[in-house]
């Protein structure tokens, strides 16, 4: 980070395999997020029969980038450096925040900062609950769902939830004390972008079930308003995105995975509070004739 960089970052409150959250010197209610250049490993594709997307070659393509960086990829936990992905996944964010601001949807983004691999946003107390929202049935869907086909279209979009085991709170990092072997045991789980892993999910949830786990968070009670209001947005993001994916690139957004936070201000929000990029959803394509190689077929995946 440059040295202007360092002189509005005030505590390190998270850091993660991918992401570190910082407080904000004199604005207590705003946070910087900086994103690195790693990313996980995993080597898992989508397959949906018929597809246009080239996922085959694209995971040749990328298995050959892990061998070069000495990952092997039998290691799910392996991290991988891309350069300049920590900004690309960044720009994604900024991007999409931009989108729901003219749409008049309340999230946790303020603003793009000068160094592109941070941005801005409040502070907010995460809701351990993740939406995901499926247009089409992927491969892990249909694993726990047998008799659902791969590719099966869902009008009007499927809603699932699912209760995160250890949802991320910012807090201190602090030394010499039972909190920092906390925060350090369970690194993995908070960063564990592919919230799809069981690693960081517990089960999937039914309406009933969140209803009455009566969540109090931020001193706001979490009621059936809270939540169809959570659901109404939810609904409203992937219908805009999935939009503007096939109108500006003829793409099908397939699923999209949504969180909420609740603001630390006096006066209490939800608001929507993820990033956006890569793990947050799955994109069916057409078939490009010329596949770049290397790093800059990640870099045009991102």
């Known amino acids: 980070m440059t040295s202007s960089t360092n002189d509005i970052l005030g505590q390190k409150l998270f850091d993660g395999k991918t992401k570190t959250i910082y407080s904000m010197i004199d604005q207590p209610g705003l946070i910087c997020i900086y994103r690195k250049d790693f990313y996980q ?32 990829s039998n290691n799910s936990n392996s ?42 946003a409040r502070k907010c107390t995460m809701i351990p609950i993740l939406w995901i929202v499926r247009r089409l ?34 807090k201190r990092l602090t030394n010499g004390n039972n909190d920092e072997s906390l925060d350090s045991s369970f690194e993995n789980s908070f960063d564990e972008e592919d919230s799809d ?4 999910l517990s089960s999937i949830w039914s309406y009933e079930q969140l209803l009455n786990t009566h969540f109090d968070i931020e001193n706001l009670k979490i009621t059936q308003t809270e939540i169809e209001y959570m659901y ?24 999209l995975k949504i969180e909420f936070g609740i603001t630390t201000t006096i006066t209490k929000e939800i608001v929507v509070a993820n990033t956006f990029d890569i793990e947050t959803w799955h994109i069916l394509r057409p078939i490009q004739k010329h596949s770049p190689p290397g790093s800059d077929l990640i870099q045009e995946n991102l």
Request: hydrophobic letters at 35%; one cysteine or more; glycine letters at 4%.
């Open 232 to 255: 109404e947005i939810c609904c409203t993001i992937f219908d805009i995105l999935e939009h503007l994916w096939m109108m500006k690139k003829n793409c099908q957004l397939i699923d």
């Open 197 to 200: 892993s069981d690693e960081c």
């Open 137 to 170: 049935a992927n491969e892990t869907y249909v694993k726990h769902n047998p008799g659902i086909m791969n590719g099966h279209r869902f009008v009007p979009p499927l809603i699932e939830i699912y209760h995160k085991r250890y949802p991320l709170v910012y």
């Open 41 to 72: 490993a995993s080597g898992r594709t989508l397959s949906i029969p018929g597809s246009r997307r080239a996922s085959i070659d694209s995971s040749n393509r990328f298995n050959q980038i892990q061998q070069q960086q000495n990952v092997t």
């Open 79 to 120: 991290y991988i450096e891309i350069p300049g992905k920590g900004a690309l996944t960044t720009s994604i964010t900024t991007c999409v925040y931009e989108i729901l601001r003219e749409a008049s949807i309340p999230t946790f983004y303020v603003a793009t900062h000068r160094q592109p691999d941070i941005f801005i």
